[in-house]
């Protein structure tokens, strides 16, 4: 190892297949002062599991603030400390941000340890081809914060990224059939790297049914990703579907407007029920 003492190192640990440490992971463990873990009973089992001792003390999100005045001063005193979580990359939806900062502010190096995360391993099977995605993490529990956070994102032209946990995926997944166009595409990930691995596409339409078709189908871990709206319409499209949307509006139901006006124009039916929601949006501003 590099002679960085009084170092930080964030250490990505497996989401699931202990086997996925990386060397460089394994090295760097085996060798700190101190592992400063979110629940030292998981991490325990993980070293148990490669031979390492090492002093483990808690870091999770209650006591991230007061743990890290410690941490630092273990630094002082030239440890080398390293941060894990129970599965994957610290601070992506786990704690660790206000550790690194603290540490960061009081002038001692973070090296990041880079490894397993769901949010990339799910990416790199969903055949997603979106340049850009948008990650949401957990969205909210309450039925009404989740609406606003999904109306946020629908219209923007990116692949949305979602963590969930077993006991919400059907309220969730039927969330984001009602908030976003049901016919995007979505790419289900359930526990990555592990026995019961399960990748599943589908549109949002189909994807409840899915679910509930198997009740193990709703156990586990899960990473969510809805591909992006349909491309988006060039200026000269949008002025005609603008034209043929509007009086069907001012008639009939979105719903119902849309599928006539996908009928006439031959254009994505995404496209144009996302017009057909700015539209209405404006009109109901406006009125
Ligand atoms: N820091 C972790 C990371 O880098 O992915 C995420 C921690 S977050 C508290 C836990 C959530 O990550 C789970 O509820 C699930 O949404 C996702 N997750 C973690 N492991 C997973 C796995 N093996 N398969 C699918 N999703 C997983």
Redesign the pocket.
Same mark, same amino acid.
């Given at each position: 190892m590099p002679a960085l003492d009084r170092t930080l190192y964030v250490v990505a640990t497996p989401?699931?297949n202990l086997r996925d440490l990386s060397l460089r992971a394994l090295d760097m463990l085996g060798q700190v002062d101190v592992i400063a873990a979110e629940d030292t009973r998981v991490s325990a089992g993980l070293l148990a599991h490669y031979g390492i001792r090492a002093r483990l003390v808690s870091l999770h999100e209650h006591n991230e603030h007061k743990r890290a005045a410690a941490i630092i001063e273990s630094l002082a005193a030239g440890k080398r400390v390293a941060l894990v %979580?129970d599965?994957? %990359?610290?601070a992506?939806?786990?704690p660790g941000a206000a550790l690194v900062r603290a540490v960061s502010a009081a002038g001692y190096a973070i090296v990041p340890i880079p490894g397993p995360? =769901?949010?990339t391993t799910?990416l790199s099977a969903a055949g997603i081809a979106a340049p850009q995605w948008l990650f949401l993490g957990f969205l909210p529990a309450s039925a009404t914060a989740r609406r606003a956070a999904l109306e946020r994102v629908n219209a923007l032209p990116y692949a949305l990224v979602l963590?969930? =946990?077993p006991h919400r995926i059907a309220a969730t997944v039927a969330a984001l059939t009602a908030a976003l166009d049901p016919q995007r595409e979505i790419f289900i990930?359930?526990?990555?790297?592990?026995r019961f691995e399960t990748l599943h596409r589908s549109s949002l339409a189909d994807a409840s049914a899915w679910l509930a078709a198997d009740a193990d189908r709703m156990r586990g871990?899960?990473?969510l990703i809805v591909a992006p709206p349909g491309n988006t319409a060039t200026e000269d499209d949008a002025g005609e579907h603008d034209a043929l949307l509007k009086p069907l509006l001012a008639e009939l139901p979105l719903a119902q407007a849309v599928r006539i006006a996908v009928a006439q124009s031959g254009a994505p039916r995404n496209r144009l029920y996302q017009r057909a929601l700015a539209l209405q949006k404006t009109v109901k501003a406006t009125s």
């Open positions: 989401i699931g %979580t599965a994957g %990359t610290p992506i939806s786990d995360s =769901a949010v799910a963590y969930e =946990a990930a359930r526990e990555l790297t592990k871990e899960f990473v």
